[in-house]
T-cell receptor, first 113, second 113 residues
Framework: AQTVTQSQPEMSVQEAETVTLSCTYD???????LFWYKQPPSRQMILVIR??????QNATENRFSVNFQKAAKSFSLKISDSQLGDTAMYFC??????????FGAGTTVTVRA | DVKVTQSSRYLVKRTGEKVFLECVQD?????MFWYRQDPGLGLRLIYF???????EKGDIPEGYSVSREKKERFSLILESASTNQTSMYLC????????????FGEGSRLTVL
């Protein structure tokens, strides 16, 4: 399995502020996909955002954006204008040449009112 | 919408029991996966299947087996449950040819006493 590292076990942010989650990965492949998944408390995992490695432009989905640094093998997630519904565990994931995803350990994000 | 259904949300079993975890998806996806989720470890791949009757080991297959007799159904089997298999089990599916985004079930929390 590819190694995906999330170094922040927990993050706390005030409502309406911005929080950035870090993720690094290790691979020798040149073409791959990166994902951020969200797992709300007691609810199923859903995709937040994806990035294709061959695309230089950083992906954006509404308040969620990534900073993809291919040479550094870094893939951070920025949540802008945080909302209470953003409270969840966030997982960074890597997919190489097959359909298997490797996941990081997760970061628990708590949005404070 | 894609729906991945796991048969049991919560199970409590005794050491040595045989345990079946069932997963059904309704979108004709070729690829199905079983992951195990543990605090601080993220998601780890147990087994996956690319097609009916095909299966491949993931990163932690020891103590588990799987069955895929029909395209929509992927079962995880614990032949003789042990306390270290107490965990959250997540099933996921994805179609061949897309970016590899996984669609997850709600999870099955298994406690082995």
């Amino acid at each position: 399995a590819q190694t995906v590292t999330q170094s922040q076990p927990e993050m706390s942010v005030q409502e309406a502020e911005t929080v950035t989650l870090s993720c690094t990965y290790d691979t020798s492949e040149s073409n791959y996909y990166l994902f951020w998944y969200k797992q709300p408390p007691s609810r199923q995992m859903i995709l937040v955002i994806r990035q294709e490695a061959y695309k230089q432009q950083n992906a954006t989905e509404n308040r969620f954006s990534v900073n993809f640094q291919k040479a550094a093998k870094s893939f951070s997630l920025k949540i802008s204008d945080s909302q209470l519904g953003d409270t969840a565990m966030y997982f960074c994931a890597f997919r190489g040449g097959d359909y298997k995803l490797s996941f990081g350990a997760g970061t628990t994000v708590t949005v404070r009112a | 919408d894609v729906k991945v259904t796991q048969s049991s949300r919560y199970l409590v079993k005794r050491t040595g029991e045989k345990v079946f975890l069932e997963c059904v998806q309704d979108m004709d996806h070729e690829n199905m996966f079983w992951y195990r989720q543990d605090p601080g470890l993220g998601l780890r791949l147990i087994y996956f299947s690319y097609d009916v009757k095909m299966k491949e080991k993931g990163d932690i297959p020891e103590g588990y087996s799987v069955s895929r007799e029909k395209k929509e159904r992927f079962s995880l089997i614990l032949e003789s449950a042990s306390t270290n298999q107490t965990s959250m089990y997540l099933c996921a599916s994805t179609p061949t040819g897309n970016t590899g985004e996984l669609f997850f079930g709600e999870g099955s929390r298994l406690t082995v006493l």
